[in-house]
């Protein structure tokens, strides 16, 4: 198969669909692989390298979208990117569809066939394809968390871990997936005060014997994160309803309760955000403040380190990129991993909770592949 991956364009989006490293595997298993030039410029990968490792190299995007049967990228694509797919070719990436109306339709237009990274599934449940970058991200927040606090960026002035004789910052964590034990693990390690909430009782009890009593869990419901948030000096967004939209747990009237230079470090905001106030941001202006709470929304925090971040996604997506160039859609039929991340095919949406999510109608696959 050609296998095609054009330079990432969002706002300073650094990472890179296929390390030279993942190149090689798809040329030993027999498929072309088709490089935008620049395209590893982000991670230090020359053109050179590269053609080191098999790949050809072309000179526009528009070459690489012209010329390859499946197109392998990290972020979703932008207008630009879309409006370039076309029908039996197939894109693999980050899609985040549930808040994200003009792509969805923009996708369906295409007639492409659209497999998300974040909601393919593990044999061992989970999403593999989300979590390398959820580690990445729920560390992150914590150092995003702690530059907001300082005095000149708005925030209290507090130092996260505090010093001998000074009580250090309290965290909660909302969501306690792997984007919250990440964060948590961080906030810990720094010396935090933190409080995970979440939904689900085997993973609070999950994360109780994997934190050694070193944070405090809690059972998430509202008067929980009323009472959480009200105390806390930082509050990471780290819920998930694969494929959803994510709920809204913090209105914009709780932020009057909240602590004046407080922070919010909403992860979830590329599936909307779990706080009414909050809106997408970039790295090139991570922040803003609504009643005195700082917010950072950055919807691809791990771009901001694309040399860990590509290569821990590479890690993740070799397997299923290869089934995919191996055996095209039928590797979708095949297996229910795969299945699972299909959000588009030939102008359906063919997962639930996307389609629910933004009000349009759900072609179950067998129906959409009939
Ligand atoms: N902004 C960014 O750059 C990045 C954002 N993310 C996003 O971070 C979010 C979290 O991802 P993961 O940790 O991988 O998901 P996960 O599935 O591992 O964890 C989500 C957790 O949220 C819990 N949850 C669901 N509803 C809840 C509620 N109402 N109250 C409390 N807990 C609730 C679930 O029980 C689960 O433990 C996702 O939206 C993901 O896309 C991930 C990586 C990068
Ligand atoms: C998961 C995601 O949105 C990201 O890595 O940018
Ligand atoms: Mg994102």
């Known amino acids: 198969m050609k296998v095609g991956v054009p330079k990432e364009i969002k706002t300073h989006e650094y990472r890179v669909g296929l390390t030279p490293g993942a190149v090689r595997e798809y040329v030993a298993a027999g498929h072309s692989v088709l490089i935008e030039t620049a395209a590893g410029a982000g991670i230090g990968a020359t053109d050179d390298q590269y053609r080191r490792?098999?790949?050809?190299?072309?000179?526009?995007?528009?070459?690489?979208?012209?010329?390859?049967?499946?197109?392998?990228k990290v972020k979703e694509p932008q207008p630009s990117e879309w409006t370039q797919l076309r029908e039996n070719q197939i894109l693999f990436t980050y899609l985040h569809l549930a808040p994200d109306p003009e792509q969805a339709k923009g996708l369906m237009k295409s007639g492409c066939t659209a497999i998300a990274y974040e909601t393919v599934t593990g044999p061992a449940g989970g999403l593999p394809l989300l979590a390398p970058m959820s580690e990445v991200?729920?560390?992150?927040?914590?150092?995003?968390?702690?530059?907001?606090?300082?005095?000149?960026?708005?925030?209290?002035?507090?130092?996260?871990?505090?010093?001998p004789g000074v009580q250090p910052a309290r965290i909660v964590v909302i969501g306690g997936g792997v984007v919250g034990a990440h964060a948590a693990r961080m906030a810990v390690g720094l010396g935090a005060e933190v409080?995970?909430?979440?939904r689900s009782i085997p993973r609070l009890r999950e994360l109780d014997e994997l934190f050694e009593g070193r944070v405090r869990t809690r059972f998430s419901t509202i008067e929980a994160v009323e009472e959480e948030v009200f105390a806390a000096d930082v509050v990471i967004g780290a819920v998930l309803v694969p494929g959803a939209s994510a709920p809204k747990l913090v209105?914009?009237?709780?932020?009057?309760?909240?602590?004046?230079?407080?922070?919010?470090?909403?992860?979830?905001?590329?599936?909307?955000?779990?706080?009414?106030?909050?809106?997408?941001?970039?790295?090139?202006?991570?922040?803003?403040?609504?009643?005195?709470?700082?917010?950072y929304c950055v919807a691809n925090m791990p771009g901001a380190v694309p040399l860990t971040s590509?290569?821990?996604?590479?890690?993740?997506?070799?397997?299923?990129?290869l089934a995919l160039a191996n055996k095209g859609f039928a590797a979708v039929l095949e297996n229910p991993h795969l299945r699972a991340g299909l959000n588009v095919y030939r102008g359906r949406l063919t997962y639930k909770a996307v389609a629910e999510s933004l009000g349009l109608p759900f072609s179950p696959i067998d129906q959409a592949a009939a």
């Not at 098999?54 to 392998?72: C, K, P, Q, R, Y």
């Not at 590509?310 to 990129?321: I, R």
Request: charged share 15%; proline share 2%.
């Open 195 to 198: 409080t995970i909430l979440d």
């Open 251 to 295: 209105s914009r009237g709780m932020l009057s309760s909240m602590r004046k230079g407080s922070v919010i470090v909403d992860v979830a905001i590329d599936q909307g955000g779990c706080f009414e106030t909050s809106r997408a941001t970039t790295h090139a202006d991570p922040t803003y403040e609504v009643d005195g709470v700082i917010h």
């Open 137 to 163: 991200a729920g560390r992150l927040a914590i150092e995003a968390a702690g530059a907001a606090l300082r005095r000149y960026s708005g925030g209290r002035g507090l130092l996260i871990g505090g010093v």
């Open 53 to 72: 490792a098999g790949a050809t190299i072309l000179g526009s995007a528009h070459d690489v979208f012209a010329s390859s049967e499946m197109i392998v």
């Open 310 to 321: 590509s290569q821990a996604l590479n890690n993740a997506t070799l397997p299923f990129g």
